[in-house]
């Protein structure tokens, strides 16, 4: 008699997805660069990227990473902190420094960009007892080292300010104005208040302060009616919004002259908001009152900066850090990325280091 036992049918195997569709030769939107999105598919597409002087969709290239080792000087056996972990590119080379037996901690305030950067730096051979991460702002840096009994402090400290490439790429984050997303500009999108809300609630006068005194704006007066006047008639919610309303407010924006100055303010401007939005001179000030007290005799810390405003604050805690007696030294002048490294990664070419040695 047959077998009439049914037959279990083999699984169906799973169908290839199909790439973005995009117009033209090339991908052009973030969402599109699915070869730049997927490195270790397509490693040799990407290196192709890279030698272009680009920074793939997705990743971020470290900036002045030589001069900060050579600064910090990180050696076997010693601890460190990455106040500002971003894609990790400072913190690999930190961890190859202090091996063995050293120690780094990983700070980031962004949910999205601090998983995959922990997975990342996981698969590249570096387990919870040489790395571990925080979801936390370096400005809470001393109670880390409580919790971590760590009272008398560290070898070396890191701090990256500003904004990763990944943040700035992916138009969903809002941290561009070059493509159109919703105007967000928080490093950790899960707390309040956006830039959006920013715009919407503060008066003119309020508006016009934070655009001087986070970006040295010249016209923030002018820019900030021009903005609470727009919002009266419509809502100002998406980053390509607020750059029109910006640029609406120069006069002869067909010379490319015009275009270009207006260009930068709007640059500035969110830049002000994403200062605002973040906090991110007062996580800074308190960083930089804590560090003495963060850092071993002769421990090291190296901060990078990339606008004014960010310098300033580093230059006079330092120099007040020396004349009271709690550096030994720091440096005099500022690092700057080479010729070649600008030419390389045009993202550096803002950049300042500064260092400082604990007495």
């Given at each position: 008699?047959?077998?009439?036992?049914?037959?279990?049918?083999?699984?169906?195997?799973?169908?290839?997805?199909?790439?973005?569709?995009y117009?033209?030769?090339?991908?052009?939107?973030?969402?599109?660069?699915?070869?730049?999105?997927?490195?270790?598919?397509?490693?040799?597409d990407?290196?192709?990227?890279?030698?272009?002087?680009?920074?793939?969709?997705?990743?971020?290239?470290?900036?002045?990473?030589?001069?900060?080792?050579g600064?910090?000087?990180?050696?076997?056996?010693?601890?460190?902190?990455?106040?500002?972990?971003?894609?990790?590119?400072?913190?690999?080379?930190?961890?190859?420094?202090?091996?063995?037996?050293?120690?780094?901690?990983?700070?980031?305030?962004?949910?999205?960009e601090?998983?995959?950067?922990?997975?990342?730096?996981?698969?590249?051979?570096?387990?919870?007892?040489?790395?571990?991460?925080?979801?936390?702002?370096?400005?809470?840096?001393?109670?880390?080292?409580?919790?971590?009994?760590?009272?008398?402090?560290v070898?070396?400290?890191?701090?990256?300010?500003?904004?990763?490439?990944?943040?700035?790429?992916?138009?969903?984050?809002?941290?561009?104005?070059?493509?159109?997303?919703?105007?967000?500009l928080?490093?950790n999108?899960?707390?309040?208040p956006?830039?959006?809300?920013?715009?919407?609630?503060?008066?003119?006068?309020?508006?016009?302060?934070?655009?001087?005194?986070?970006?040295?704006e010249?016209?923030?007066?002018?820019?900030?009616?021009a903005?609470?006047?727009?919002?009266?008639?419509?809502?100002?919610?998406?980053?390509?919004?607020?750059?029109?309303?910006?640029?609406?407010?120069?006069s002869g924006?067909?010379?490319?002259?015009?275009r270009?100055?207006?260009?930068?303010?709007?640059?500035?401007?969110?830049?002000?908001?994403?200062?605002?939005?973040?906090?991110?001179?007062?996580?800074?000030?308190?960083?930089?009152?804590?560090?003495?007290?963060?850092?071993?005799?002769?421990?090291r810390?190296?901060i990078?900066?990339?606008h004014?405003?960010?310098?300033?604050?580093?230059?006079?805690?330092?120099?007040?850090?020396?004349?009271?007696?709690?550096?030994?030294?720091?440096?005099?002048?500022?690092?700057?990325?080479?010729?070649?490294?600008?030419?390389?990664n045009?993202r550096?070419?803002?950049?300042?280091l500064?260092w400082?040695?604990?007495?």
């Amino acid at each position: 008699m047959p077998d009439e036992t049914p037959q279990a049918t083999p699984a169906a195997a799973p169908r290839p997805t199909r790439r973005p569709r995009y117009s033209g030769k090339n991908p052009r939107k973030f969402h599109e660069k699915y070869k730049e999105l997927n490195p270790g598919r397509y490693a040799g597409d990407v290196a192709k990227v890279v030698a272009s002087g680009k920074t793939p969709a997705g990743q971020h290239r470290p900036v002045l990473v030589e001069e900060i080792l050579g600064v910090l000087a990180p050696k076997p056996g010693e601890v460190s902190v990455d106040c500002t972990l971003g894609f990790g590119g400072h913190a690999q080379r930190i961890l190859r420094a202090i091996a063995p037996g050293g120690r780094l901690f990983g700070l980031d305030v962004d949910p999205i960009e601090q998983p995959r950067t922990e997975t990342r730096l996981r698969a590249a051979g570096f387990g919870p007892d040489v790395f571990q991460v925080r979801h936390m702002n370096f400005a809470g840096l001393p109670k880390l080292l409580a919790q971590e009994n760590l009272a008398a402090g560290v070898d070396v400290v890191l701090a990256d300010l500003g904004v990763s490439s990944m943040q700035i790429d992916n138009p969903e984050r809002g941290f561009t104005y070059k493509t159109d997303g919703p105007l967000d500009l928080r490093l950790n999108p899960l707390r309040s208040p956006s830039a959006a809300d920013l715009v919407a609630k503060l008066d003119a006068a309020k508006l016009a302060t934070l655009f001087r005194d986070n970006s040295d704006e010249p016209r923030a007066d002018d820019l900030a009616a021009a903005i609470v006047s727009a919002r009266k008639a419509q809502p100002v919610t998406r980053t390509a919004q607020l750059a029109d309303i910006i640029r609406s407010a120069f006069s002869g924006g067909h010379r490319s002259s015009a275009r270009e100055l207006a260009d930068d303010t709007v640059r500035r401007i969110f830049q002000a908001l994403r200062i605002a939005v973040n906090d991110e001179f007062g996580a800074l000030d308190n960083l930089l009152r804590v560090l003495p007290a963060c850092l071993k005799s002769g421990g090291r810390v190296a901060i990078l900066t990339f606008h004014s405003g960010e310098d300033r604050r580093v230059k006079q805690a330092f120099q007040l850090g020396r004349d009271s007696g709690h550096y030994a030294a720091i440096a005099e002048e500022i690092i700057r990325p080479s010729a070649e490294e600008r030419r390389d990664n045009p993202r550096s070419s803002s950049a300042k280091l500064r260092w400082a040695i604990r007495a």
